[in-house]
């Protein structure tokens, strides 16, 4: 199991909120999909645009986010744009639809 980071993306009028969040996992697709439903379940947050980046914690971080001014979509990265997804180390490495489905569940 790994701890990912995701980035997540959120407008509210013309104002932008970044907030990292961690998500332990053992494939970045289920870190991924995590994300995207705890994005979605934080309303007062804003609206969930998507994410920034998302990538392995490597070493402790303290985790946190910010506001400013600002287009969120500017900052929102296409799925197969984060450069996790083309990282050789998971290039061919499946996940675990079982895991990605028993995590998912608590999104619901």
Known sequence: MRTFVADLVFAREDWRTVESRSFPATHPEIA????????????????????????????????GGRMEHGDG???????????????PIWRGVKYDPTELKEHCANYR
Request: hydrophobic content about 50%; proline content about 4%.
């Open 32 to 63: 991924y999909h995590l994300a995207m439903a705890s994005g979605a379940m934080k309303s007062y947050a804003g609206q969930f645009l998507g994410l920034a980046d998302l990538y392995v914690q490597d070493r402790p971080q303290i985790l």
């Open 73 to 87: 979509d500017a900052l929102v990265v296409a799925k197969d744009d984060l450069p996790i997804f083309n990282d």
